[in-house]
């Protein structure tokens, strides 16, 4: 397992290097969006509309945060079960999405499209959403705002630290045998 400090966007050659178990520390810009989110990205989509951010490269964080206190750009950021965005996430991993953030399992399908046009799945730590959210340094709704929490947000992050669990070329953290052993 290796450590890594990347800047968003991502590009092909930094999501080939990553692997199953690697630390990641992501710096610059993601995105938020949960399945209300994700049902209208992809319904722009398939009415031919531009999407409220540019897919390519990006990075997704499954994440309805708090409300922010004073002097904070956001208030709790933890991850939101990542299988409720499966149906949608192929087709966003088409559109060139690289990194999606989240906690849990993926479908056999999301990690399928992953492998041709590289994209990454990595997990945020559950249950820390109040340290998460002290690597968000900026936080601005761009889209569906209506939607509360759930609005897709453009976030400024730094040093976000997070762990690969699926990477392109197949590998799965949840499938190691010693985890598979713990888990029991």
């Given at each position: ?14 999501v080939e ?158 499938a190691v ?8």
């Amino acid at each position: 397992m290796a450590e890594y400090h990347l800047t968003t966007p991502l590009s092909d050659a930094d999501v080939e290097k990553l692997r199953a178990g690697d630390v990641v520390h992501l710096t610059g810009i993601i995105h938020t969006g949960r399945d209300a989110a994700h049902k209208r990205l992809v319904e722009a989509l398939d009415a031919g509309e531009p999407l409220p951010f540019d897919p390519k490269g990006a990075v997704i964080y499954y994440v309805g945060p708090s409300p922010a206190r004073p002097g904070y750009a956001i208030g709790a950021a933890g991850p939101t079960t990542s299988y409720r965005m499966d149906s949608f996430a192929p087709r966003l991993i088409a559109e060139g999405l690289k990194g999606m953030i989240g906690k849990g399992m993926r479908a056999p399908e999301v990690k399928a499209a992953m492998a041709e046009p590289k994209a990454v799945y990595f997990g945020a730590t559950g249950g820390a959403g109040a340290l998460l959210g002290l690597r968000i340094k900026k936080a601005t709704v761009i889209a569906y705002e209506d939607l509360g929490p759930e609005a897709v947000r453009e976030l400024t992050v730094e040093d976000f630290p997070v762990l690969v669990i699926n990477d392109c070329h197949g590998g799965d953290l949840y499938a190691v045998p010693e985890l598979e052993a713990a888990l029991g």
